[in-house]
């Protein structure tokens, strides 16, 4: 069973930095398109940022121009870089790695924006 792991989340000031990175336990083949996502308290959890297969990305539009998703498939990494973060990015990051077989998640990382 392929396992997914979060890590660098934490806690930052309003308008720093942070770079999430999701590692797969073991290759996945046949990826269709990978994300991230978050979910604040209380909130439904939303799409941030996707990248297909063929690295085309999509971004909400909250996180356009703030955010980057990358991917290393030789790797089994993925990364989001998240600039000029705001309170309202507090939230879970959850990656997400679609394949024609299966549909994969991390357990979550915690991101808080606050002074």
């Known amino acids: 069973q392929v396992q997914l792991v979060e890590s660098g989340g934490g806690l930052v000031q309003p308008g720093g930095s942070l770079r999430l990175s999701c590692t797969a336990s073991?290759?996945?083949?046949?990826?269709?398109?990978m994300g991230w996502y978050r979910q604040a308290p209380g909130k439904q959890r939303e799409l941030v940022a996707s990248?297909?297969?063929?690295?085309?990305?999509t971004y909400t539009d909250s996180a356009k121009g703030r955010f980057t998703i990358s991917r290393d498939s030789a790797k089994n990494t993925m990364h989001l870089q998240m600039n000029s973060l705001k309170p309202e990015d507090t939230a879970v990051y959850y990656c997400?790695?679609?394949?024609?077989?299966?549909?994969?998640w991390g357990q979550g990382t915690q991101v808080t924006v606050s002074s």
């Open positions: 990248i297909t297969s063929g690295d085309s990305t």
């Open positions: 073991r290759m996945i083949f046949n990826i269709i398109d």
């Open positions: 997400n790695v679609h394949s024609i077989l299966s549909t994969y």
